[in-house]
C-alpha cells in the first residue's frame, strides 16, 4: 500500500492567489481528515469526511477555505485567496479501524 | 488553557537512560487517548494507544490515569533512534472520531 498520497510537498505562493492541495487517502479508509500544523497551535483538525460526506468542518478558519471528496479516492482543501497567516503543514490523514496515517504533509508559505 | 498539555522540552537525555512524559487533558469525558511520534519535517506516527490498565510495547509503556486526567510515556533504555517529538492525544469528549492534540514534547538523545 502506498500510504496516503499528498501533493504537492511544498507550495510556494503570493498572496492573494488559489492555492490548492490534494490528497489521496488509503483504499478502504472512510474517514478523512486534513489537519494544519504550526508552531503555535500544533496540529489543528480543519475538517472530515466519512464516506466522502462532510461530517464536520467547524475548525475551518475562514470562508476563504474550502475541502472537498468527489470520491472515496481523492480530496481537495482549496485555499482563495492565501494569505501569509496560512502559511503552515497541511495534513491528510485516513483512518478506518485503529490508529490514523497521515501523509507526509504539504509546506505552504505565501509571501 | 489548552485541553490536551505537555511539557515542550526539551528533554536531553543520554542513551540508554530512562525518560518519562507526562500529559494532561482537560475534558474527563475524553475516552481515547493515544501517543504519536514525529520526526523534523515529517508525519506523525500512531506509537502506542493508551488504556486504563497500562500497556507496553517494548521498551515504551504508556499509562493514563482518569482520576487525575493524565497520560505518561516511559521510554527505557533510550536510542539516538527515539529523538523525534511526541504528542499527546486525547479523543473529543462529544466524538470519539475527532482528536485533540497536545504541542508535543521534544527528545534529544544523545550519544
Known amino acids: 500500500d502506498a500510504g496516503v498520497i499528498q501533493s504537492p510537498r511544498h507550495e510556494v505562493t503570493e498572496m492573494g492567489q488559489e492555492v490548492t492541495l490534494r490528497c489521496k487517502p488509503i483504499?478502504?479508509?472512510?474517514?478523512l481528515f486534513w489537519y494544519r500544523q504550526t508552531m503555535m497551535r500544533g496540529l489543528e483538525l480543519l475538517i472530515y469526511?466519512?464516506?466522502?460526506?462532510?461530517?464536520?468542518d467547524s475548525g475551518m478558519p475562514e470562508d476563504r477555505f474550502s475541502a472537498k471528496m468527489p470520491n472515496a479516492s481523492f480530496s481537495t482543501l482549496k485555499i482563495q485567496p492565501s494569505e501569509p497567516r496560512d502559511s503552515a503543514v497541511y495534513f491528510c490523514?485516513?483512518?478506518?479501524?485503529?490508529?490514523?496515517?497521515f501523509g507526509s504533509g504539504t509546506r505552504l508559505t505565501v509571501v | 488553557r489548552k485541553e490536551v498539555e505537555q511539557d515542550p522540552g526539551p528533554f536531553n537525555v543520554p542513551e540508554g537512560a530512562t525518560v518519562a512524559f507526562n500529559c494532561t487533558y482537560s475534558?474527563?469525558?475524553?475516552?481515547?487517548f493515544f501517543w504519536y511520534r514525529q520526526d523534523c519535517r515529517k508525519e506523525p506516527k500512531l506509537l502506542m494507544s493508551?488504556?486504563?490498565?497500562?500497556n507496553e510495547d517494548g521498551r515504551f509503556t504508556a499509562q493514563l490515569n482518569r482520576a487525575s486526567q493524565y497520560i505518561s510515556l516511559l521510554i527505557r533504555d533510550s536510542k539516538l533512534s527515539d529523538s523525534a517529538t511526541y504528542l499527546c492525544?486525547?479523543?473529543?469528549?462529544?466524538?470519539?472520531?475527532?482528536?485533540?492534540w497536545g504541542l508535543g514534547t521534544s527528545l534529544a538523545v544523545n550519544p
Open positions: 490523514a485516513s483512518r478506518q479501524v485503529g490508529g490514523y496515517t
Open positions: 483504499s478502504g479508509h472512510d474517514y
Open positions: 469526511f466519512n464516506n466522502n460526506v462532510p461530517i464536520d
Open positions: 475534558n474527563s469525558a475524553s475516552q481515547s
Open positions: 493508551v488504556y486504563s490498565s497500562g
Open positions: 492525544v486525547a479523543s473529543d469528549a462529544g466524538n470519539n472520531r475527532k482528536l485533540i
